[in-house]
């Protein structure tokens, strides 16, 4: 999540950004549907077609995150994989870095997707099957990828930017112990081809959509990818549908997806154990992103924000609460 200040609608500025590209202009009812998160996402149209403008300020994100993100994308891409294609500027850029009154931008556009987010369908066996087996694709593909340029973080780096954000906000003992035990225990398990490469961290339902047409799988928001064991994308996946889903098929929801996956590629006995070490792993990470978005306060600040500072702080203390415990397995 991004700092609470970049979180405000700014339309102004969207629109600066989105003169970049040849949208749309007699059709911007759909920028009232946008989304402001870790970036900035807002629905528009080019010659009719649905279109997302992603930005965030040069504070937020790094160009060379962008560009390895991108170049991963459009070689999933080559390869037949169902990622969002990237969209040219006017100038044929896949990108802009942009000079705003606001301060720095980058922005993206990327094409909409066919299909309905996993999210918004039933469950079916099936469908949890060829959720696990695209993933399990994703990372097949992973094990050959060799970036032209920039290259993402690695897991190591993301937990050391971690310890320095809970440093930088004075945040709790126990959480900054939690860093260091998982450095430390991480360092020990066994990295290869098999089981590590880049990831695409956010493998959840919201960003994984199902197109009943071609049965095809199409995945957006690559934008966490980093270098990690494959089965971090196991666990927030598997995360991601535990409580969505009726509670009667969540166990038949994992022994399908995981069976997709397999189908695809090999899971380790050994690997698969470390599936909640994996999950104390993203819980610290969010916690750190979350200390830092919500630091800054402000007088008179709107309802909505007061209410996603709460749902934040929840959400805060129930992590913060399994920090700091030796790892068993």
Not at 104 to 132: T, W
Not at 274 to 295: E, S, T
């Amino acid at each position: 999540m991004m700092k609470f200040k970049y979180l405000f609608d700014n339309r102004d500025l969207v629109t600066m950004l989105l003169e970049n590209w040849n949208y749309d202009k007699d059709n911007t009812k759909l920028l009232e549907r946008y989304r402001i998160s870790a970036n900035a996402v807002y629905p528009f149209t080019i010659n009719g077609q649905l279109h997302f403008l992603r930005f965030a300020p040069l504070t937020e994100k790094s160009e060379s995150d962008l560009l390895a993100e991108l170049d991963f994308i459009d070689y999933l891409g080559n390869c037949g994989y169902s990622a969002a294609n990237i969209v040219e500027t006017k100038r044929q850029s896949r990108y802009i870095n942009a000079n705003t009154p606001w301060g720095d931008y980058l922005a993206v556009v990327f094409k909409g997707v066919q299909g309905k987010q996993m999210e918004s369908l039933p469950y079916s066996d099936d469908l949890y099957f060829g959720y696990g087996k695209s993933l399990g694709q994703l990372h097949k593909l992973s094990q050959n990828y060799k970036p032209l340029k920039s290259s993402r973080s690695d897991w190591k780096q993301r937990l050391q930017w971690t310890k320095d954000t809970l440093l930088e906000y004075s945040a709790p003992n126990e959480s900054m112990d939690e860093v260091d035990i998982l450095i430390d225990y991480l360092n020990n398990v066994e990295t290869d081809v098999s089981n590590y490469g880049l990831i695409h961290y956010d493998f959840e339902l919201d960003n994984v959509f199902f197109n009943e047409a071609d049965k095809k799988y199409n995945i957006i928001d690559f934008d966490d990818s980093v270098y990690h064991w494959f089965a971090m994308d196991i666990e927030q996946a598997i995360d991601s549908f535990v409580g969505e889903i009726p509670p009667e098929f969540c166990e038949k929801a994992k022994d399908s997806f995981l069976s997709g996956y397999q189908s695809e590629m090999v899971l380790s006995i050994n690997i698969r154990k470390l599936l909640p070490v994996f999950r104390r792993y993203a819980n610290v990470y969010g916690y750190a992103r979350c200390l830092r978005a919500m630091h800054e306060t402000w007088d008179n600040e709107p309802e909505w924000m007061l209410e996603l500072r709460n749902h934040i702080k929840f959400l805060m203390e129930e992590r913060k609460s399994k920090f700091g415990s030796k790892i068993q397995l």
